[in-house]
């Protein structure tokens, strides 16, 4: 079956740190890769996807490169900041028909970043 | 942007008692719902896709007798944890699809004593 595997957290920073979350997936076929966050009390927002191998998704100075050589999908930013702090979900689905909208997540990363 | 909004976001019950989640789209409407459900330290695992006017579709190892799920209109599936026990505590989160973009609740956390 499919699976997302994700860097265990929590993940603590300091202002302007850079930032990697590590995020490798198995499929059978080629999905679609997203990074959800989610901020303390808030529900899960879409960040960022790519849909095919070598495709980078970017967004709020995120990014991650589908690598589809090493099943991986990792997240980057060059300065985090203090509002960076969430929990940061890796998943995959495959797209169309009843099939889109089936994620499989990743166990989450906690980003702490500190001023 | 579309909003989906779950209710209520924390609820304790007891042992043997049924809770009822609801999640609505806020400003669109959703023909097919996600139930996920997340355990600490663990992924959202899906439960089941909720369709509007028919029946749910259960994923594989969940009990549909255990957690019913009804999508009577198009801006509101429930979730329905029956005879709860404390092993169904967890983070239930809905998401909707619209115009090819998921959109997720901000969860509700339920704690069976």
């Known amino acids: 079956g499919n699976s997302v595997t994700q860097m265990e957290g929590p993940v603590t920073l300091s202002e302007e740190a850079f930032l990697t979350i590590n995020c490798t997936y198995t499929a059978t076929g080629y999905p679609s890769l997203f990074w959800y966050v989610q901020y303390p009390g808030e529900g899960l927002q879409l960040l960022l996807k790519?849909?095919?191998?070598?495709d980078k998704g970017s967004n709020k100075g995120f990014e991650a490169t589908y690598r589809k050589e090493t099943t991986s999908f990792h997240l980057e930013k060059g300065s985090v900041q203090v509002s960076d702090s969430a929990v940061y979900f890796c998943?995959?689905?495959?797209?169309?028909?009843?099939?889109?909208?089936?994620?499989?997540f990743g166990q989450g990363t906690i980003l702490t970043v500190h001023p | 942007g579309a909003v989906v909004s779950q209710h209520p976001s924390r609820v304790i019950c007891k042992s043997g008692t049924s809770v009822k989640i609801e999640c609505r789209s806020l400003?669109?409407?959703?023909?097919?719902m996600f139930w996920y459900r997340q355990f600490p330290k663990q992924s959202l695992m899906l439960m089941a896709t909720?369709?509007?006017?028919?029946?749910?579709?259960?994923e594989q190892g969940v009990e549909k007798d255990k957690f019913l799920i009804n999508h009577a209109s198009l801006t509101l599936s429930t979730l329905t944890v029956t005879s709860a026990h404390p092993e169904d505590s967890s983070f239930y989160i809905c998401s909707a699809r619209v115009a090819g973009e998921l959109f997720f609740g901000e969860g509700s956390r339920l704690t069976v004593l």
């Open positions: 998943a995959l689905s495959f797209a169309g028909g009843t099939s889109y909208g089936k994620l499989t």
């Open positions: 400003d669109f409407q959703a023909t097919t």
């Open positions: 909720s369709n509007e006017g028919s029946k749910a579709t259960y």
């Open positions: 790519a849909t095919k191998a070598d």
